[in-house]
């Protein structure tokens, strides 16, 4: 019989936003999921099955979220400060996902910039992997990173949400 590491209790919320409704999960330790609604809400939840119920710190990690994402959306928030819940991502996709609040708002780096920066100049295509299995896009910002030719490159949520962020923060 093998044994499974139990998943923590999720809490979610599905929020209306200017770019779609977003799904948003936390944990008791923080932030573990933000969806757009062509991943499919109930897929995304079935897919983390967190066991038990979700204590009160998930619901102030939503609460949380979402008012910072509205601020954000809305043009009032640069940066986020909501805790995250990052336990399941790890190796080379963590350090991508921890690099990514550095890249400026309103700014843009490289696939192959990002790369360069962790020390792994020919790792463009594992940064771009990291960036499109990104758990919480918009508030880890892989919408800032583009193609080395200037291309928008992709993104989970699709590629008029990335230019929409896009020029959200160009204003």
Same mark, same amino acid.
């Given at each position: 019989?093998? #044994?499974?590491?139990?998943?923590?209790?999720?809490?979610?919320?599905?929020?209306?936003?200017?770019?779609?409704?977003?799904?948003?999960? /936390?944990?008791?330790?923080?932030?573990? &999921?933000? /969806?757009?609604?062509?991943?499919?809400?109930?897929?995304?939840?079935?897919?983390?099955?967190?066991?038990?119920?979700? $204590?009160? !710190?998930?619901?102030?990690?939503?609460?949380?979220? #979402?008012? !910072?994402?509205?601020?954000?959306?809305?043009?009032? &928030?640069?940066?986020?400060?909501?805790? @995250?819940?990052?336990?399941?991502?790890?190796?080379?996709? &963590?350090? @991508?996902?921890?690099?990514?609040?550095?890249?400026?708002?309103?700014?843009?780096?490289?696939?192959?910039? @990002?790369? %360069?920066?962790? %020390?792994?100049?020919?790792?463009?295509?594992?940064? %771009?992997?990291?960036? /499109?299995?990104?758990?919480?896009?918009?508030?880890?910002?892989?919408?800032?990173?583009? &193609?080395?030719?200037? $291309?928008?490159? %992709?993104?989970?949520? $699709?590629?008029?949400?990335?230019?929409?962020?896009?020029?959200?923060?160009?204003?």
């Amino acid at each position: 019989m093998s #044994q499974h590491r139990s998943r923590p209790a999720v809490a979610s919320r599905v929020v209306p936003t200017p770019i779609g409704p977003l799904l948003l999960a /936390a944990t008791d330790i923080g932030l573990v &999921r933000v /969806a757009f609604e062509g991943e499919g809400f109930d897929a995304v939840l079935a897919e983390m099955g967190g066991a038990g119920t979700p $204590g009160e !710190q998930a619901a102030r990690h939503l609460a949380t979220a #979402q008012g !910072q994402i509205d601020e954000y959306l809305a043009g009032r &928030r640069r940066s986020f400060d909501v805790d @995250v819940d990052l336990s399941a991502v790890a190796g080379f996709r &963590r350090r @991508v996902l921890d690099h990514l609040p550095s890249i400026g708002y309103g700014t843009t780096s490289t696939y192959r910039e @990002v790369a %360069g920066a962790l %020390g792994s100049p020919g790792a463009s295509r594992a940064v %771009g992997s990291a960036c /499109a299995t990104n758990p919480l896009p918009i508030v880890i910002p892989c919408h800032r990173v583009i &193609r080395t030719d200037g $291309g928008w490159g %992709g993104y989970l949520g $699709g590629l008029e949400v990335k230019q929409w962020l896009s020029e959200l923060e160009r204003d």
